[in-house]
């Protein structure tokens, strides 16, 4: 898989990680799925913090691979980089992952009341799959980067 196109568009930089950095980007994402489960909260910020886990898991991915997204339209590109790195089998979660990222800028910068509970509860679903999954492939794959090791 070649990430050339996002290199030469300036979208995304080497980067070189450590076993702490995906350690405590793991640990925001726990945190975030641990509060967007929190009754009381609103929905649109309930979708927001299970978002933001969902972009801090993939954002982990990334580093492990060697790379980092930078400048303007760095959660759009995250996104772009995930479908090149985990392909088609991914391809419809990486779709919905992104129209939620449309709906968190709504709520975030536009309006509030934009998310249904059921949005919250759906996406809060999806992040903690998401996120085990990709805890999953990095242990696999770049297991001296693994999360959940010493």
């Known amino acids: 898989m070649s990430f050339k196109r ?6 995304i930089r080497p980067h070189k990680s450590s076993q702490q950095e995906i350690r405590d980007l793991f640990a925001i994402v726990e945190r975030d799925l641990k509060d967007a489960a929190l009754k009381g909260l609103s929905a649109d910020r ?28 760095h959660h759009a590109t995250t996104f772009e980089f995930l479908r090149a790195a985990l392909g088609k089998d991914f ?5 919905y992952f992104d129209r939620c990222r449309i709906k968190r800028n709504m709520t ?21 799959q998401f996120s085990a999954t990709i805890r999953e492939i990095i242990g696999r794959r770049y297991p001296r980067f693994s999360p959940t090791t010493s």
Not at 59 to 72: D, E, K, P, S
């Open 46 to 73: 309930r979708f927001a913090t299970a978002y933001n886990a969902v972009l801090q898991a993939a954002t982990a991915l990334m580093h492990c691979m060697g790379y980092r997204a930078i400048g303007a339209g």
């Open 108 to 128: 975030d910068y536009d309006r509030a009341g934009a998310i249904s509970e059921k949005e919250a509860n759906d996406l809060l679903k999806e992040a903690r």
């Open 91 to 95: 391809e419809e979660k990486i779709e």
């Open 6 to 11: 996002l290199l030469d568009e300036g979208k």
